[in-house]
């Protein structure tokens, strides 16, 4: 397992190893002590599974707010997607700017994505299924969203906004000018 920095430094790219043979292939995916000493200190306690039946299905932007944040540790079992975190953090250097990274069951990477950022994905291939480790239980009160497509993000997403599919829920979120500090 290696853990390679980002342009924004907390957000941690995981590149995991796969021995292969004729039977199939071993990898470990998770090893609490080696995220630490990489700079990934969270208890994850909840594993999320979603699947994506089209290319071109935009998740997000997603976040929870205090008292129940929530980081994220991103992995894609089958397909591919361009997983994307945005640092929200008001008094971050990064504040507003955002890290992007193809995530998929090819490369078997993943993606840390700690409090304090929103994120989301699109899907580059169809059939496309992502499990992903939180640490904090999902709180709907709690749950808050960043416009996809806000041109303040300058996000270039794979696909363009009249043919992206989103849920009527991540059409309405606020743009980054209109969010509320959280973070």
Same mark, same amino acid.
């Given at each position: 397992?290696? $853990? $390679?920095? #980002? #342009?924004?430094?907390?957000? =941690?790219?995981?590149?995991?190893? @796969? !021995?292969?043979?004729?039977?199939? !292939?071993?990898?470990?995916?998770? *090893? ?19 699947? +994506?039946? +089209?290319?071109? #299905? ?13 980081? =994220? ?16 953090? @008001?008094?971050?250097?990064? !504040? ?22 929103? *994120? ?7 059939? #496309?299924?992502?499990?992903? =480790? ?7 009160? *709690?749950? @808050? ?21 989103? +849920?009527? =829920?991540?059409?309405? *979120? ?8 959280? !973070?």
């Amino acid at each position: 397992m290696t $853990v $390679v920095n #980002t #342009t924004i430094p907390e957000v =941690k790219l995981i590149e995991c190893r @796969r !021995f292969e043979d004729e039977r199939g !292939f071993f990898s470990e995916t998770f *090893h609490r002590d080696r995220l630490r000493e990489a700079g990934i200190d969270a208890e994850f306690v909840q594993d999320n599974h979603s699947l +994506s039946r +089209s290319r071109g #299905t935009i998740r997000g932007l997603h976040f929870q707010v205090p008292p129940h944040p929530q980081a =994220k540790l991103v992995r894609v079992t089958r397909g591919a997607i361009l997983d994307v975190a945005v640092d929200l953090r @008001r008094r971050s250097p990064t !504040f507003g700017q955002h890290v992007s990274a193809v995530v998929s069951a090819e490369r078997w990477n993943q993606i840390y994505v700690p409090v304090g950022f929103a *994120h989301g994905f699109c899907t580059l291939e169809p059939e #496309t299924e992502v499990v992903y =480790k939180v640490d904090g239980y999902y709180a709907p009160d *709690h749950d @808050r969203g960043l416009l996809w497509n806000d041109p303040e993000l300058a996000i270039d997403w794979p696909v363009a906004p009249e043919e992206a599919i989103l +849920s009527e =829920k991540d059409r309405r *979120h606020p743009r980054l000018a209109d969010l509320e500090e959280y !973070f």
